[in-house]
């Protein structure tokens, strides 16, 4: 069983990553395997819209150029994905959106595939538009007939600088609740 992550911030060892790794820790905990993926230095180019995808039915992007497809393989080959992205401009990253537009439209060219695999975001903020970040996160988890393990609060932490998220003792706890819940959604989607 295994989960992989992605961290759309542009810093690789920032307030994201630790947060993606206390619902990573979790999960280990219930022997589950976890692979954490920065697309930080990698750029990735939005959907482009050609539609080759509904063509090809390949499940891949018909523009290879960057990682997109190896990326796309990991989330086709896991049972749970986790998406953690800062809050720029009160959204999600350009990197994160890029991800998301363009494997959920493999994913929708291919009848869904991540139909029933586990979904959940997470969001590092040092103030406002972290909730609509989280939102844009479950999008695309919902639209792509995934399930979404709740917390205690929505999945959103505090801190501007590098580290500053550890001193929100609330969002720790909420990641570390995803991370259980996850961990017990994953067995049950595996029954
Ligand atoms: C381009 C940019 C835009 C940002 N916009 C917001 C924002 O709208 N709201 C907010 O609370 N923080 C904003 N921030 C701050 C980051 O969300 C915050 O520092 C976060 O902890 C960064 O996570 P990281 O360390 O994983 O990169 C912004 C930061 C950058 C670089």
């Known amino acids: 069983m295994k989960v992989v992550a992605f961290n759309g911030s542009a810093r690789k060892t920032g307030n994201t990553t630790i947060l993606l790794n206390l619902v990573l820790d979790e999960l280990k905990k219930k ?29 891949r992007c018909a523009v290879k150029k960057d990682a997109l497809n190896e990326y796309l393989q990991k989330m086709i080959e896991a049972d749970g994905i986790l998406l953690g992205s800062p ?38 903020a040092r103030r406002a538009g972290a909730i609509h970040a989280f939102s844009s996160l479950n999008h695309f988890f919902l639209i792509g007939q995934m399930i979404v393990p709740g917390s205690s609060y929505w999945n959103v932490a505090i801190g501007r600088d590098p580290g500053e998220v550890k001193n929100d003792d609330e969002g720790v706890q909420t990641m570390k609740t995803l991370g259980q819940n996850m961990a017990w959604l994953l067995k049950k989607l595996s029954r």
């Open 31 to 59: 022997k589950i395997e976890t692979e954490l993926i920065q697309l930080a230095g990698k750029p990735l180019q939005g959907c482009i819209a050609c539609y080759k995808c509904f063509q090809n039915k390949d499940k």
């Open 87 to 124: 809050t720029y401009f009160a959204d999600i990253s350009a990197g994160m959106k890029a991800l998301i537009e363009r494997c959920g439209m493999v994913s929708r060219a291919n009848g869904d595939l991540f139909k029933r695999k586990a979904g959940a975001g997470v969001v590092a």
